[in-house]
């Protein structure tokens, strides 16, 4: 059984929809998993923010702005008065549930309740379109297998007994429909994989169910060398091992969720990325075998805040960098990047929530100093210790870039450097001109 992914533009009209099927419909058995129309999903966080807001006007604006486009995609979708009918009363269910959160208070349940509907929208729909189409196909409620455990990590052992118990509800069935992105938590509220979370359902679908390939299609050819959006004149990518493409995914390469590899991975199930504007490009094959190019691709991720901390106690002190490190740990603040020297470290977080109480502890025995504002580019490729001169090459093409922070040898895959964020685009045009 193969699992697909769809992502927000492959399924972002109605005759985006329409030409889904062709791809879709070639008896091949396969879990077919979507993510919400595109903007759908910043469309519902507007109206989380407005009702967290209590700006009920803006809501009631926004939810009934989206109606109309959803209305409009029904007009186009379906050729028979049947199916008009059916999506009409399907669209008007959804939107009845929205317009219910404009109360007094709002919950960060309620939100991610609102945030599921972009899923359970497209999902419905498409299934509808397949029903007039006359190809078979179930839609299986994600809701109902796809489960997060107290640390928002996929609970495997969960998800592969209860996806199998819904699948074999249909042992005839080929073709199975489902929703991305969404899921449940330990307490059973619905919940998210987080924003670019579908590309997550499709791999943790994947290992559970064994699949022998998982394709996530977007709207570009596969991984390119570096961010298209930056920079002008990038390619795809032909293959990539399953620890190049987790660097790139978790430094920024936004075709990718950060942790949708590792599901993949652990099984050793390929991941290819394909287009669904052009599906005959050969895309991005991502697999265990180790791949021989020096440089493979470069990513950027922004909104990064570095913290420099310097010791006041006597060098050599030891047990520092646990007390460091346990500040971070009791704030669930994952650490991005690090450096050290004997008597101070800096590294870098994403996650500022807890900064002003990390700040204030580490105070107590050091001397503190933040920047925000900040960008890790990371250079990904084959940096193994007999390689040498891609250090240089890499220095070499940021030389009129300063850089605050370096670092190589936690991963023979990567060196990452941090800089000001302004100064992206300069450094990934560098790269791309001193590497390839
Ligand atoms: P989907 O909605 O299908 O999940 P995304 O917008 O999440 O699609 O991801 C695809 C986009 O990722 C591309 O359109 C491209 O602009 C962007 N992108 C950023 N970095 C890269 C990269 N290195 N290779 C390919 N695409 C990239
Ligand atoms: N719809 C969700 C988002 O926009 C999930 C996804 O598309 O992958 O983030
Ligand atoms: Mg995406």
Not at 169 to 174: A, L, S, T, V
Not at 220 to 226: A, K, Q, R, S, W
Not at 252 to 261: D, E, F, M, N, V
């Given at each position: 059984m193969r699992v697909l992914k769809f992502g927000g533009t492959s399924v972002g009209s109605a005759e985006r929809m329409h030409a889904l099927v062709d791809i879709i419909?070639?008896?091949?058995?396969k879990i077919v998993v979507l993510s919400a129309m595109s903007g759908t999903t910043n469309n519902l966080v507007e109206i989380s923010n407005a009702l967290y807001a209590k700006d009920t006007a803006k809501a009631k604006q926004l939810i009934d702005t989206m109606y109309n486009k959803y209305k409009e995609v029904v007009k186009q979708l379906y050729k028979t008065e049947k199916e008009q009918t059916k999506g009409n009363q399907l669209i008007d269910s959804h939107f009845d549930y929205l317009r219910d959160?404009?109360?007094d208070v709002f919950t960060v349940n309620d939100e991610r309740a609102i945030l599921a509907q972009g899923e359970l929208l497209s999902t419905a729909l498409f299934h509808y379109y397949l029903e007039e189409a006359g190809v078979d196909s179930v839609l299986l409620p994600a809701l109902n297998f796809m489960r997060i455990d107290e640390n928002e990590e996929p609970d495997m052992k969960y998800i592969e007994t209860h996806i199998q118990l819904e699948l074999d509800?249909?042992?005839?069935?080929?073709l199975f429909i489902t929703q991305g992105y969404i899921c449940r938590n330990e307490f059973g509220d619905i919940d998210n994989l987080?924003?670019?979370g579908s590309d997550y359902t499709g791999t943790i679908i994947g290992a559970a169910i064994r699949s022998d390939e998982i394709q996530i299609w977007t709207d570009?050819?596969?991984?390119?060398?570096?961010d298209p959006r930056v920079v002008d004149k990038t390619y795809p990518i032909a293959e990539l091992s399953f620890d190049e493409a987790a660097e790139l995914a978790y430094f920024?390469?936004?075709?990718?969720?950060?942790?949708?590899?590792l599901p993949a991975q652990m099984r050793n199930i390929p991941v290819r990325l394909l287009n669904t504007m052009q599906p005959q490009a050969k895309g991005t094959l991502i697999s265990s075998k180790a791949t021989e190019d020096i440089f493979k691709a470069v990513a950027a991720k922004d909104g990064i805040t570095a913290i420099k901390i310097k010791s006041?106690?006597?060098?050599?002190?030891?047990?520092f960098l646990r007390s460091v490190f346990e500040i971070f740990e009791r704030y669930k603040t994952p650490i991005d990047m690090i450096t050290t020297s004997e008597v101070s470290v800096s590294l870098t977080i994403d996650?500022?929530?807890n900064l002003d109480a990390i700040v204030t502890e580490l105070q107590e025995f050091c001397s503190v100093e933040v920047n925000t504002d900040q960008t890790i580019v990371c250079v990904v490729g084959?940096?193994?210790?007999?390689?040498?001169g891609y250090a240089v090459r890499i220095l070499e093409a940021l030389k009129n870039i300063p850089i605050h922070m370096i670092s190589y040898g936690?991963?023979?895959n990567n060196v990452s450097v941090l800089i000001d964020s302004k100064l992206k685009k300069d450094a990934l045009i560098a790269l791309n001109k001193g590497l390839f």
């Open positions: 419909n070639d008896n091949v058995p959160f404009i109360k509800k249909y042992p005839n069935c080929k987080k924003r670019g570009i050819d596969g991984m390119h060398n570096n920024g390469a936004k075709i990718l969720h950060p942790t949708c590899i006041v106690r006597m060098l050599l002190a030891y047990g996650n500022v929530k084959n940096f193994t210790a007999e390689q040498q936690g991963s023979e």
